[in-house]
């Protein structure tokens, strides 16, 4: 079992002047600065922290950032971990950002990406965060430290999947599926342009219409947000 002057913690080199390494120095961490492919902060072999102040948690909802970031998560680390740090709720006000989306968004990343979310309201509260993680998985769990890169991506295949499934809210399955019904994401991508969101007079949405209304799990408001993405407006 690891004692409590043993324990380290991988931060990487863009995270080495924030306040949470700098609390977790006070917290008498060792601290291992490194340019990490996948995550912020890395605690054991099992878990990993991406850690997003706000704002920039907002910025990589609309550019879709966010869902290629979880995508690399899943696949590097057993037990990863998003950490949403500030006052979010201000942040909403300010960005006029309706609550249905963000928690569209944060079910998408606890159901298709399997990674809880804690809210973090500051920097030190994030990094006693970090702290009692790294305590219960090298103290407790006798877990061994060790960075995980982004697995390699063997063929087309899996390369294409990877491409697609960092859209809004897809992930692996619905990428497949995808590929699967259009080839190649090129194509994809075009038939989801493609589709229209059928509405009625009320503006209630009814229905997708097109190509992609023949691959399940693409609803009118996922098609929406992809759109939004790929065209930077909310065109049906």
Known sequence: MSSMDEIRVVVDHRESR????KYLMELQINLTFQSLTVADYVVSNKVAVERKEVNDFI???????LFSQCQRLREA??????VVEGDLKKALLLRNIKLSSLYGTL?????????PVVPSPTSKATAIFIYRLAYREQVLRD???RVRSKPKLIDLEKKQVFFL????????KLALE???SFSNPYNALKSIVETKIIQSSSGKTLKVEGPVNKVKGFGPLKIKEIKKVLLGSDEK
Do not use: H
């Open 165 to 172: 499934s960092g859209l809004p809210r897809v992930g692996n």
């Open 59 to 65: 910025n990589s909802i609309f550019s879709g950032r």
């Open 77 to 82: 680390y057993e037990k990863p971990i998003l």
């Open 178 to 180: 995808l590929l699967k």
């Open 107 to 115: 079910s998408s990343v606890v159901l298709d990406y399997g990674i």
């Open 143 to 145: 877990e061994v430290l």
């Open 18 to 21: 924030t306040l949470v390494s």
